[in-house]
Structure formats: structure tokens, C-alpha cells
């Protein structure tokens, strides 16, 4: 297998079990925190979507996001300026999460961008470094195994608060 195919994989896997966890929900249990200053399932979902974005296109490619050049921030009623990470406690719990249904079509469309870049990929490619802001410098293979742990992770979070509002079966 390809390391292209490998990390595609990856992100798929972590799609996939992000999208089952959320079907269904109510936009209410899609905005509810179990807590203040604790991330609901759409901030996390956001979150997910505007990470790889950042990492892909911007940092990877150097291209606009697709935030940006899409124009997603207008169909969401967020500041383009959003970037959906590092908030303070006052901005979690003030933060109006937008429609799931754009949320999901935004993290659709970032993702069939992920997609099309990889295709174009070889394996020499991935040991390009890239400067990566907070992390340093980084080989792009590293950035994307990054995005895979990250999307897991937070898959694995939207699972857990589901699972306290009504379970994973319900």
C-alpha cells in the first residue's frame, strides 16, 4: 500500500465514524456542552473541518483555504478571520455553532480537496518540510499524520458526547 492510500484510509476511517456518531442528532444536542467552557459536538466538528483545511491548503499547498476561497465563512455567519481553534473559555461558551448540515458540507468539501492532493502525491513528496506555526518545522508526511490523529481524536470526542446525551445506539 501506498502511503498516499494509507493516510487516505486514515482520514476515511475517521470520516466515517464521525458522520455515524452525529446522524441524527438534533441541533440542540449538536450545540449542547456538558459543561462551561467544554466544546459541543459542532464546535468539534467545525474544529475538525477548519484544522485539516489550514493544514492542507495552507500549510502544505500554500493555497488559499477552502474557508476562504469558497467563501464557506458567508454560508456559516462566521468572521472570515474564524479559524476554529485556540479559544478562550468566553469564546466557547459564547460560540453559536453554525447549521451541522454546512458543517458537514464545509469538512465534504475540505476533505475532496485532502483527496485530490493526495492523488497527485508520491512518495518522495511527503519528506518536503513545511513550517507548521506552534509546531516547527515538519516533513508534509508528519502534517498528515497529524490531521490523522487529530480527526481521530476528535471523532472519538464527538463519540463520547453523543454518547452521554443518548448513546451511540440511540
Known amino acids: 500500500m501506498e502511503l498516499k492510500d494509507f493516510i487516505q484510509l486514515g482520514l476515511d476511517r475517521a470520516r466515517q465514524t464521525t458522520l455515524k456518531a452525529i446522524d441524527g442528532l438534533t441541533y440542540d444536542e449538536m450545540k449542547w456542552r456538558p459543561g462551561p467552557g467544554a466544546n459541543s459536538i459542532g464546535i468539534i466538528l467545525f474544529h475538525q473541518a477548519r484544522s485539516e483545511d489550514l493544514f492542507v491548503q495552507s500549510r502544505i499547498q500554500g493555497k488559499p483555504q477552502v474557508w476562504e476561497s ?26 453559536q455553532v453554525p447549521e451541522p448540515k454546512h ?47 487529530h480527526t481521530s481524536e476528535h471523532a472519538g470526542d464527538i ?11 440511540k
Open 159 to 169: 463519540c463520547y458526547l453523543r454518547g452521554l446525551q443518548r448513546g451511540l445506539d
Open 70 to 95: 469558497e467563501k464557506w465563512h458567508e454560508r456559516m455567519n462566521l468572521p472570515a478571520t474564524e479559524v476554529g481553534a485556540h479559544y478562550t473559555v468566553e469564546q466557547v461558551n459564547s460560540f
Open 103 to 149: 458543517i458537514v458540507a464545509y469538512g465534504d468539501a475540505v476533505r475532496a480537496r485532502t483527496v485530490e492532493y493526495l492523488k497527485g502525491m508520491t512518495s518522495n513528496k511527503f519528506d518536503r518540510i513545511v513550517t507548521m506555526p506552534r509546531l516547527g518545522d515538519m516533513s508534509i508526511g508528519a502534517v498528515f499524520a497529524l490531521v490523522v490523529v
